[in-house]
Structure formats: C-alpha cells, structure tokens
C-alpha cells in the first residue's frame, strides 16, 4: 500500500529552527509537495521537490531524498504566523497525490 | 478576486436530505478537485476531473456524484447524507495533470463544513 508518516505534533519556540520530516512509500514517484494549513482553512503550496537536494525559499526549506523516501521542511526564524499544520503529499506514478495526515506545529513565544 | 472558491461555506442538514456544494475556479485551470478532510486531518481525494475525465476514488460512495457544467465549475452532489459524511469538503484545481509536474500544484477552495445531524 501507500503511506506518508509525518509526526503528528511539534513544539518549537518563537525565533528558532524546526524541521518536520516526511517519509514514504508509494507506488512511483513524480514529486513531493509540502502544504500549510491554518486552522479553519484550506492548504496553501508551499514547496515542490522532485530532485534529491535542498530547495530553500526564504525563510522555508525543503529537502528530498528519493533513495530514501525522506523529505524534511525546515523553518527558520519561527514567527506565531508558523503555527499551522503542514501537509506532506506524493505524486504516485498515476499522478494522483497522496497526502500524509500532516504535523501540528505550536511555537510558544 | 478569489482563485479558487466554494459555496457554502458552512452546510448543516438533517440525515436523509440531498445536497450540492459548488466550486468555481478562475485560473483557467484544466483538472479540478474534490477532496474529503475528515475529523483525523487526512485529506483524502474523491474525484479528479480533466476535459471531460472524470477519475473516482473507488472508495467514494455513489451517493456523491461531481458535475462539471464547463472546465471553471465542479460541483458535488450528495444524496441521502449520512451521519459518517460530516467533514470538510475542499475543492482544488491545477493546470494540468501528467505531461508538466510543476503544474500539477494544486490550489484549494476554501472549504466547506458539511455538518449532518
């Protein structure tokens, strides 16, 4: 079968680092995207990687490796704004997503 | 102007009844959405529909059936709802699927609470 493992809740500390991690197992692979998800509302893209290595973009990096199933996100300088869930999701070999059940994220000031 | 959205925002009804939730994009995107967030968070895919294609999740009960007037609109319909269909419904779009993967970033509705007593 399919699966996305994500934790299912961080704490990290306002004007810290925080890397959320993501491994896999899917039937063919054609990227991994990261969402975030406030509360009460719908996800937002942040990030796509379908090549081993570090794509940053500001303050949010993501990294992948396909040998290892693994993808992390990692957030720097938290802001009370980070407090969301962030969403992991696959491309299978169909194109359809498959998405992990997300991790919580708390920053406490 | 919102890119993706969806009306009601908000739904609650008697068990039993018939319900449709509607989507519109205006992105000018080709495969539009419907996905299911239940209690647990888990976002789980219902139907894809590109250009006249309609892919099911062969879980989703035929009670729910999408109906696309034209590429800009996919709306829900659900008969005889059920206790176990209160959830979150998200409605997404994206430009295509298969042929370029970065375009298949998906852009979500904003949601809509279907609450079934």
């Known amino acids: 079968g399919q699966n996305i493992d994500q934790p299912t809740e961080m704490t990290a500390t306002e004007g810290a680092i925080v890397q959320i991690n993501c491994t896999y197992q899917t039937s063919g692979f054609n990227g991994l995207f990261w969402y975030q998800q406030h509360a009460g509302e719908a996800p937002t893209f942040l990030s796509y990687?379908?090549l081993d290595g570090l794509e940053e973009k500001g303050r949010f990096s993501s990294f992948l490796s396909r040998s290892k199933g693994y993808s992390y996100l990692l957030l720097k300088e938290l802001q009370m704004k980070d407090s969301a869930s962030y969403l992991c999701?696959?491309?299978?070999?169909?194109?359809?997503?498959?998405w992990g059940a997300g991790t919580k994220l708390i920053i406490k000031p | 102007d919102t890119a993706v959205s969806q009306t009601p925002k908000y739904l609650v009804t008697q068990m039993g009844n018939d319900k449709s939730i509607k989507c519109e994009q205006n992105?000018?995107?080709?495969?539009m959405y419907w996905y299911k967030q239940d209690s647990k968070k888990f976002l789980k895919i219902m139907f894809s529909?590109?250009?006249?294609?309609?892919?099911i999740n062969e879980t989703v009960p035929n009670r729910f059936s999408p109906k696309s007037p034209d590429k800009a609109h996919l709306n829900l319909h659900i008969n005889s709802l059920e206790l176990g269909d209160s959830a979150v419904y998200f409605c997404?779009?994206?430009?295509?699927?298969?042929?370029?993967?970065?375009?298949?970033?998906?852009?979500f509705g904003p949601g809509t609470r279907l609450t079934v007593l």
């Open positions: 992105l000018g995107h080709d495969t």
């Open positions: 990687n379908v």
């Open positions: 999701a696959v491309m299978d070999s169909n194109y359809q997503l498959i």
């Open positions: 997404a779009s994206s430009q295509q699927t298969g042929t370029e993967i970065l375009s298949d970033t998906q852009y």
């Open positions: 529909y590109n250009n006249k294609e309609l892919i």
